[in-house]
Each structure stands twice: as C-alpha cells, then as structure tokens.
C-alpha cells in the first residue's frame, strides 16, 4: 500500500485526496491542514459577511467528518507540516498533542495564498482587516453584527445611499480596488456604511479591459461608493485603533480598514525543503503539477500554471484552477497519469446591479511581450430581442492578434442577470481552443428572444473587431 500525504485541506488538497481514493481505495491518504476549516469556498465570504449566506459552516462543500468516515481519508485538522524531508520522503507536523513524522510515497503542497501586506504605516492598528480566511471572514462578519446590535446603523432597502439613513454607522476604507475590494464595497454599504474605496492605480479591476473597468466604477458611484483613483495610501492613522486612511492628496476619517491589495502564493515551506519556485514566485511544476523533486507535487494557489494564450507560467490564483488539478494529481497517484491543463485567466465578479467577466490576453504589452501585435475593439449591444418587454445592454471588449486574427482575451459586462458572465463562456472557449475571430463570428450560440438577440453581442463584437482589425 503507498501512501499519499497532502499539506493543506481546501480545494486543490481535498479534490486530489478525494480523487486518488476514490480511483484507487488501497492508497492510504493522509492530509495536515493547520486551520479548523477544510473544502471551504473562500470566494463566499464576501456574501456572508453582507448576510446573504448565515453561516460560516454553508461555505464547507465536505465536512471532516464525511472525509473520515465516508471517503476514508486520514483527515488531521490542527496540524502544521513545519518540515518536509525529501531525502528520507518524510514530513514533521506539529500540533497542541506534539509532533508526528509521517512518511510518504507522493506528496501533494497545497499550502495556498496569503494576503499581501503593502508597505504602509498602520496595519497593526485594530480595526485592521484582511480577508484571506474563514477565520478574517468570521471578524468581519462579526463587526457589521456589533455595529447593527449598537443601533448605530439602519439596514437600507437597496444601496448604501447613506446621507439618506436616519443612522448610519461608518465610514469605512477599502484599500485595493480588485475582486476583493469591489465584492467587500457591496458588502459594507448594504449594510449601510459610508464606503471610501481607495485604489493606487488609475481604475479600478485592471485585470478587466477599460471599458468593463469604467462601467463598474460608474455603477459603484451611483451607489454611494466613494472611489479615489491614483490614490497611494500611506498610512492608516490612528492611536491604537485606525482613525483616517491617509494618501499623498486625503486624509479620510474611517472607523474600520480592509487591506484587500492581493495575495502571494504561500511557498516558504516549499522552498526550504528545495522545491524551486519559478519567476512569479509561485512553485513550479510540470504539466502533471510534480515539481523538481521525484513524487512530489503542488497544485493550488501555490503554484504556477502555463497560460494557454502566451504559453508562459503565470500565477492565476482562481478555485476551479485549484480544484481542477487537484482532480488531476490524485488521478495521477491512483495511476492514470493526467495532465491538469492550462489556464486563461477567466473571472468574474458583481458590484451591486452590475456583473462582469473577464478572460485570456486583453493588456497590449503583454500580448506583444508574447509575439503578437493586438488589436481592441470594444461594442454595447442589447441583451434581448429588442422588442421584449425586459432586458439590458452588454459591452463586449474583445481583443485580437492583427495579423492572424486569432482570439487573444475578452470582457464583458452589463447589468446584473442580462448575462455578461455566462455569455464569457464562449470566448473562454475560443481563447482557449486558439480559433480566430472570423471563426468565432460563426458560432453557432443559443437564441430566443427571452435570453439574446439573433445577432449574440458576443458575434457583433467579433465582427466588428474582424472588420477593423
């Protein structure tokens, strides 16, 4: 019997665990995750602590207990792997009963992320947060529940509008206009704070093409949502507890901050057992996600993935990515060698009424970085048969290599539920596969009058940029 050890119980951990005993039930797997939290969907807390999810526990997709008990995984919650011994296969965890050295056949890390923390004067004051864990979802959580319970702020109908409220509690600051920023800006101003969203660079989402980029920003100051662009924060002042998040033009008087600039791929524990890092910083490994040490493999947000654009690693920290070739691993520890496959970036976020998705190559210097030479083309066209009664509009970027006029990245957005996210999954589809705009032009997408025009704005938006480019 091998065995098969995994560092870390969330997505890419527990799917190659669960896969490698499921396809083979004689190898003996054992996972160590130093938290109480394991299979938990992170990109959830945002809505919990909005209340729109009640409980922390309805984020977990597997229960420890079903692990042990129906999947037969040795499941160690509270252990943290401080040493991992190539030479002798073994790993050393630690927990509140001692240490443990358990040795290993295959060895998975999936050690994950951890938020970045930016250069600035403050971030130990109270009143800090971040939100990288269950753990930081359950203190913010319960600091909107401490400020209700006070009377010091009224639940509005819709949006903060919060010079509208009789009470309002507030401000507070986001530092970081990312999918974090923006998901925690709806968060706290439903829940009627004052939000002041800070963002260093010129727009909010970059990863989002211009235009997508704009209509949120737009969206979120209908919303009450205070956006300061260019805006380098340089200290959260205070005493002992945040008073004002400071830059080089504002000082704005907060009473909470959340620090939501990135995060970093966890990797100090890799490193110091030889497990080379690659130039993002994150592990590298091969196209079966084993890394330059025999049997030993990484998968999650700790590792790199080749892109299937540039064909370059990069560092895409996403769920499905994690999961995916977690599935991959185990299937390959169970015997059936399998790749985990590239990725394309895809993502996507909603502020408010507002929903947008994003995929592939849409920045020009890094597509030329790549050897092609991108053309942009951006259209707004309706969601629905102009002639049904409901519906909106979708603004569709696409970008493309000039020459070829292969399909380089797109993003999308409209108004909530007019279907910018679903509509994405036919551009993930031709960046992916590496067909042309001329080609996806001709995809033969859905129609009835409910749900798309005749004419998908998807189709629109490559003709256009084919007849332009």
Known sequence: MSTFVVVGGDAAGMSAASKAKRDDPNVDVIVFEQGEW?????????????????????????SPEEFREDRDIDLRI??????????NRTVTARSDAGEVVQEYDHLLVATGSEAVA???????????????????????????????????????????????????????????????????????????FEVHLFQRGDRILKQFSAATSEAVFDHLNEQNVAIYLNAEVRELAGDDAVQAVVTGDDRV??????????????????KDAGIELGETGAIATDAYRETNLPDVYAAGDC????????????????????????????????GTPTEGGGV?????????????????????ETARDAGFDPVTETIE??????????????????????????????????????GAVHRSHALVSAVTEGITVDELSNYDLAYAPPFNTTWDPILTAAKVVDSRR
């Open 38 to 62: 394991v299979s938990y969907g992170a990109c959830g807390l945002p809505y919990y602590i909005k209340g729109e999810i009640q409980s922390l526990e309805d984020l977990v997709s597997v």
């Open 78 to 87: 509270g252990h943290e792997v401080v040493d991992i011994d190539p030479s």
């Open 118 to 192: 930016p250069p600035i004067d403050g971030l130990d004051r109270t009143g800090v947060y971040t939100l990288g864990s269950m753990s930081d979802g359950k203190d913010l959580r319960e600091y909107v529940g401490r400020a209700r319970s006070e009377g010091e702020l009224q639940q509005p109908d819709r949006g903060p509008a919060c010079q509208f409220l009789e009470t309002c509690n507030g401000p507070v600051g986001i530092v970081g206009g990312g999918y974090i920023g923006v998901e925690m800006a709806e968060a706290l101003a439903e829940n009627g």
């Open 253 to 270: 008087p907060v009473e909470m901050v959340l620090v939501g600039t990135g995060v970093r791929p966890r990797t100090d524990l890799a």
């Open 303 to 334: 590792a790199e993935a080749e892109h299937v654009v540039t064909s370059e690693q990069v560092y895409v920290p996403l769920a499905l990515t994690a999961n995916r070739h977690g599935r991959a691993i185990g299937q390959t520890i169970a």
């Open 344 to 364: 394309a970036g895809t993502a996507a976020v909603k502020a408010f009424e507002v929903e947008a998705a994003r995929t592939g190559i849409l920045d020009h």
């Open 381 to 418: 066209a309706k969601s629905r048969a102009g002639y049904y009664p409901e519906g909106g509009t979708v603004r569709v970027t696409l970008t493309v290599d000039g020459p070829s006029g292969r399909v380089l990245g797109g993003s999308l957005v409209s108004e909530y539920g007019e």
